[in-house]
């Protein structure tokens, strides 16, 4: 699986990511899923066509260990497989890395 990977958080970081992962993105699904919806000016063609399987998401996962496993995998709720699903696009790809940057860096977490 192709990811965008952060390790090395403390548990203090953990905490603080957790808490505003839960308040923007509600409560993860499967533990420590969480699902963050990409913006749909984002999607490709096929994406777009697709209007039954809209939203599009990418996953990730928040680990006590003190890892953040970002997904390149663009993926849907509805169903488990479906063809407009697939790896990221190089656009897509930058904005999920620049959308996880920017919310380590709003809560001051380096790692």
Same mark, same amino acid.
């Given at each position: 699986?192709?990811?965008?990977?952060?390790?090395?958080?403390?548990?203090?970081?953990?905490?603080?990511?957790?808490? &505003? +992962?839960?308040?923007? *993105?509600?409560?993860?699904?499967?533990? %420590?899923?969480?699902? #963050?919806?990409?913006?749909?000016?984002?999607?490709?063609?096929?994406?777009?066509?697709?209007?039954?399987?809209?939203?599009? &998401? +990418?996953?990730?996962? *928040?680990?006590?260990?003190?890892?953040? %496993?970002?997904?390149? #995998?663009?993926?849907?709720?509805?169903?488990?497989?479906?063809?407009?699903?697939?790896?990221?696009?190089?656009?897509?790809?930058?904005?999920?890395?620049?959308?996880?940057?920017?919310?380590?860096?709003?809560?001051?977490?380096?790692?």
């Amino acid at each position: 699986m192709k990811q965008y990977v952060i390790d090395g958080l403390s548990p203090y970081d953990y905490e603080r990511l957790k808490k &505003y +992962f839960d308040e923007i *993105l509600g409560q993860p699904s499967l533990g %420590s899923i969480y699902w #963050l919806e990409i913006d749909p000016e984002l999607l490709s063609p096929m994406q777009i066509s697709h209007t039954d399987c809209q939203p599009h &998401y +990418f996953a990730f996962e *928040l680990d006590e260990r003190g890892h953040l %496993s970002c997904e390149f #995998l663009v993926r849907i709720k509805k169903s488990i497989k479906c063809d407009c699903m697939g790896y990221a696009d190089k656009q897509q790809r930058d904005w999920l890395m620049d959308r996880i940057d920017t919310i380590l860096n709003t809560l001051d977490i380096t790692v």
